[in-house]
Each structure stands twice: as structure tokens, then as C-alpha cells.
């Protein structure tokens, strides 16, 4: 346990932490059915007529065995590197998933849709509850770097691990059809869906097939499964992720609809995870049934010997796993702040190439407006200045615009409509995990800085706020110029065509639809012009930055 001052214990370690899991009916039913159906199949196929004939795999003289086996080193190699690098994935995107404890097939995310739940709590209805406060607790044991509010540093485990991960499937992929080794794990006969149905009614009622050498070749349902895992979860996993960038959604929001829309993406990310989860379950298993030892003398060693090295050394193998986990837990709880630019230096380059030149164009419709859209930020009531302003509907507010330009400003709302009020409905992601679509009317913030003037050294623009966030200080975030300039980037007055609700951040608050929620400040009290982020706060970019290490361009 980690010695926090009572602050931060009270975010990071709450009182609440109790585990909990919900999942609709209907989904456990469904998958009741498809299991029962299966294994009763089977079952009936074996009390009528026997278990099923399977072909011998001919006994194998390794000395003139003509197809491809064995395993090289690239192969031990890539299932080692695989094995670390999924276990990551898997352990920070869990710590993520309990940002947002809830998954659903809608995009609003409207509470109490969601299939399945990781939270105990039902979202009240009769007071604000936002979705910071919906976050729920994760052991560092599963989760990396565990306790919660660690979403920053999630994510920084998260897409790093993706390169190591992705670059593992290009040489793995690349040399299995380079060699003959893709023979092994690709079905080309056509009785491999009978015969692997034949495999399914031995395992099913209890039987172990006869088990051929797999140093030289899978049985069907094997062959099926590995070809699965590399072939479809494996790309499923990195096209679902992607579906997931802002960037990229309000660009091509058709991207997103390939998988049913955003929170549908999310929801098969996850059951992509479940898939490799059960993948690793089953072939452990039966990795240790059926012939241990050999088997890891295959996949550790490259021979096809009967001695325990292989053991041992494959236990140093999943000890080094473990030790990375540790490390990485050490690492986020002592390091943050360069773990927080190490991603910036992995990611940020092919960001800036990529993801962060798509220019916003959403066109969504009336109709596609959530029922429900998830708050996020206190309210700044304690603000005495803000609500005295609220009290009067913001008559006398004036945005003061302020810094290096030639032309500093204050301006009431009027003044602000004035400058050419637009509307546009566009999709919020949230760095949690949630999403909602919604109408903003507003002035496009390149109105404003025609206004204004920036100086030549003018770079970045800061967004102050009435009120603190997570840990107390003032809520700010800053947005580079030439991002501001792009398509869809404004100050909105208006949501869902009513002046902007105090909820949602009146009288202002920013959208910037090719980045996550976070940088839209809301609740806007002033705007500056500087010449870099660094200047203001810590200089990570934004309050968030500062404090919970998010990143300064979130693109993904
Ligand atoms: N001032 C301020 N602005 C803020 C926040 C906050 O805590 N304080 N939260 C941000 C986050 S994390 C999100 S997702 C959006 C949420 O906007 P919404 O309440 O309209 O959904 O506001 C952003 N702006
Ligand atoms: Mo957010």
C-alpha cells in the first residue's frame, strides 16, 4: 500500500472499493443457450453414436517428417514477447475499463443501458453525480498501475504496450509466411470445421482426443483456435482501439459504425480481451495436460525432448512477466511525470503525422442526439463571483480575452453570439471511456482570434476556469493555435439549442472535437495567448496534465 497524504488517498484509495459485477439477463441467458446447445449436441452425438472417429496423425519419424515443424526461435521469441506485451494490455486496459465501469452497444451511454457493470452503484437520478464520481477502485494486484483515478497513467502503459504488441504481430505474421510455419496454424483442408467438431465432442463429454505431437502438427479445434487468436483477435483488438480515437471518429464517424458505433467499438475491445483471456485459460490447461514437460521443451527450448529445462525456464519467463508488472506498478507510483513524457515521446510523433491532421467533420443528425449526456467537472457553486453571475443569467458577464494580442477584449454574450453564432451536433469521448452526441451553438474560436490579433509569438491558448479540479487547483487547459484554428472548434454558449445549461459549463465552455473531453474547458472565466504551455501551471498543458499525467494532445 502506498503512503498517500489524505487527499490523495481520498482519491486514490476510497472508502468504497468493494468488487462487484452485473451482467444484463438477457446477454447470460444468450450465452447460456449457445454453450448448452453445444455441449448437449455433443453429448447426444455421443450417446447415440460414440465418440468420433479421428485420424491418427501419422507417427511422425522426426527424421523425414516433409512439412513444416518445430519451433524456431522467432517463434519462442514472438510467443514470449506476445505473452508480456498482452498481459499489459490486458492489466492497464482494465484499469481504464474502471474509469468508466460500464459498457453499452449506444452511444449516449445513457445510465442504466449499459450490458454489463463493474460498479454496485446505480447512477442517482436526483442529484449531480458525474462520471468522475462513477469511477470505481481497481487492486493494484490486477490492475496496472492500480487504485483509482490512474487513467492518465493507464493509458501511458497502455500505448506503449501497443507498439511492442503490434510490432510482435508484424515480425510473427511476416515470418510465418516468409517460412512454411503458417501451414500449421492456417485451416486449408476442408475437413477441419467436421474434424474439429469431432475434437469438440471428445473434450465435451470428457475425453481427451488422441493428441497429436505438436511439434509437428495441431488437431482441427486446436489449428482453429490458434489461427483465431493471431488472425482475428489479434487485428479485432487494434481496429476496435482505433475506433475509439476522437481524431479519427470525427473524421470518419463511418469507422466507428463499422462495429455498430463508439461504445459498440469499446464493448468488443473488451470481449476481444475476454477472448484472449479465454484462450489463455484453455491452453494452459490443456498445455499441462497433455504432456507437460514436452510441451514446454517445444515452445521454450525448440527441441522435442522429454527433460523439465524447458519447465524451469519457461517458470523464469512468466517470473520476468510478473517482475514487469511490478516494475510498472514501481514505476507509476514513483516516476509519473516521466512516464507521462515517455509516452508523449513514443506516441506524439505519429500523432502529429496522423491523427492530429484529420480535420473534425461530423454531420450527425436531430435524431442522434443522446437522451442522456454524462456530466463531468464540479460546479464551480462555491465560486461567490460565478454565482452572482448565475444569478442573472450571466447578464454581467464579460469573457476577457487577454495576452499577447494586439487587441484585448471583453466581451458579454452578446457580444460573443454576435460574432457569427454556428451550430454543429457532434460526438464527446471522454477519456473514461463514455461518449454522448449532442448539439453545441456557438462562435467558432477562429471568429475570436480574427477579433483579437495574436502576436507573430502567440502559440498556444489557455483556458482558465471558474473552478478547481481533481485536487483543488484551478481548472485550466491550453490548446496549441493552429489546433483552435481547425473546423468545428468553438466557444458555445448553446446545447441542444437552450443557452448553455450551469451543468454543462455556463456561460462558456470549449469543444474541440479531434481531442478527449478534458481539454473542453468549461465554465470558461478567461482566455490567454502565450508563447507555450510551459508557462502556465506545472506546464504539462492543463490541469489534468498537471495532475493526473492525461496527455497534452490527446488524438487516441
Ligand atoms: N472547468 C472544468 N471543465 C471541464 C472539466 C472540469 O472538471 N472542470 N471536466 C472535463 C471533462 S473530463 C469532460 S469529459 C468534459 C465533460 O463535459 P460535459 O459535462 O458537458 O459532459 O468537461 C471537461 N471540462
Ligand atoms: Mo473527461
Not at 490548446?479 to 468545428?488: D, F, G, H, T, Y
Request: some cysteine.
Amino acid at each position: 500500500m502506498i503512503p498517500f497524504d489524505p487527499a490523495h488517498r481520498k482519491v486514490y484509495y476510497p472508502d468504497d472499493r468493494r468488487f462487484f459485477l452485473w451482467v444484463r439477463l438477457s446477454i447470460l441467458i444468450g450465452i447460456a443457450i449457445a454453450l448448452g446447445t453445444a455441449v448437449a449436441a455433443a453429448w447426444l452425438q455421443y450417446a447415440l453414436r460414440g465418440l468420433p472417429y479421428i485420424p491418427q496423425v501419422p507417427q511422425v519419424e522426426p527424421n523425414n517428417f516433409a512439412g513444416p515443424h518445430g519451433f524456431p526461435l522467432w517463434v519462442r521469441y514472438s510467443h514470449f514477447f506476445n505473452f508480456l506485451f498482452v498481459t499489459m494490455l490486458i492489466r492497464s486496459g482494465l484499469q481504464i475499463l474502471y474509469d468508466h465501469p460500464r459498457l453499452y452497444f449506444n452511444d449516449g451511454c445513457t445510465p442504466g443501458t449499459e450490458w454489463i457493470r463493474f460498479t454496485p452503484l446505480r447512477v442517482p437520478r436526483d442529484r449531480l453525480w458525474t462520471a468522475k464520481d462513477d469511477n470505481r477502485y481497481l487492486s493494484p494486484v490486477v490492475g496496472t498501475p492500480g487504485y483509482s483515478h490512474t487513467v492518465g497513467l493507464a493509458r501511458v502503459w497502455h500505448f506503449i504496450n501497443v507498439h511492442g504488441f503490434i510490432l510482435t504481430g508484424v515480425i510473427f505474421i511476416s515470418m510465418l509466411f516468409g517460412s512454411e510455419q503458417w501451414r500449421r496454424i492456417v485451416p486449408t483442408s476442408r475437413f477441419v470445421l467436421p474434424q474439429a467438431w469431432s475434437v469438440w465432442v471428445h473434450y465435451a463429454t470428457f475425453h481427451l482426443p488422441p493428441e497429436p505431437n505438436g511439434y509437428y502438427g495441431y488437431n482441427a479445434l486446436q489449428q482453429i483456435a490458434y489461427f483465431s487468436v493471431v488472425f482475428i483477435f489479434g487485428p479485432l483488438a487494434i481496429l476496435t482501439g482505433l475506433a475509439m480515437s476522437p481524431a479519427l471518429v470525427n473524421r470518419f464517424p463511418w469507422y466507428a459504425r463499422l462495429f455498430g458505433g463508439r461504445q459498440s467499438a469499446r464493448s468488443l475491445h473488451f470481449l476481444t480481451m475476454l477472448g484472449f483471456l479465454a484462450f489463455l485459460v484453455v491452453h494452459v490447461t490443456l498445455v499441462v495436460m497433455t504432456g507437460f514437460a514436452r510441451n514446454m521443451n517445444h515452445i521454450v527450448l525448440g527441441t522435442d525432448t522429454l527433460g523439465d529445462r524447458g519447465i524451469w525456464l519457461g517458470m523464469l519467463g512468466i517470473g520476468l512477466v510478473v517482475l514487469y508488472w511490478i516494475i510498472a506498478h514501481y514505476l507509476s507510483w514513483n516516476y509519473p511525470r516521466k512516464l507521462q513524457h515517455a509516452l508523449k515521446f513514443v506516441t506524439y510523433p505519429m500523432q502529429r503525422l496522423t491523427l492530429n491532421r484529420l480535420n473534425p467533420s461530423q454531420h450527425y443528425r436531430e435524431q442522434d442526439i443522446s437522451p442522456y449526456f454524462w456530466p463531468n467537472g464540479k460546479l464551480p457553486s462555491h465560486n461567490q463571483h460565478w454565482n452572482e453571475l448565475a444569478a442573472d443569467h450571466f447578464a454581467n458577464y464579460r469573457l476577457k480575452v487577454g495576452g499577447l494580442v494586439e487587441r484585448p477584449v471583453e466581451l458579454s454574450l452578446q457580444d460573443i453570439e454576435a460574432l457569427g453564432l454556428v451550430e454543429t451536433i457532434t460526438m464527446h469521448h471522454c477519456i473514461q471511456g463514455w461518449t454522448g452526441i449532442a448539439q453545441w451553438g456557438g462562435i467558432p474560436m477562429r471568429k475570436l482570434i480574427e477579433l483579437v490579433r495574436p502576436l507573430p509569438q502567440a502559440k498556444t491558448v489557455v483556458f482558465y476556469s471558474y473552478w478547481p479540479s481533481l485536487f483543488g487547483d484551478f481548472y485550466y487547459d491550453t490548446q496549441s493555435l493552429a489546433n483552435v484554428l481547425k473546423p468545428e472548434c468553438m466557444l458555445a454558449t448553446r446545447m441542444n439549442g437552450e443557452p448553455l445549461p450551469l451543468v454543462y459549463g455556463a456561460p462558456l465552455r470549449l469543444r474541440v472535437e479531434n481531442q478527449l473531453g478534458y481539454k473542453m474547458v468549461k465554465w470558461i472565466e478567461r482566455i490567454e495567448f502565450v508563447t507555450s504551455e510551459k508557462e502556465v501551471g506545472e506546464g504539462e498543458g492543463g490541469a489534468n496534465e498537471d495532475h493526473e499525467y492525461f496527455d497534452l494532445l490527446p488524438n487516441i
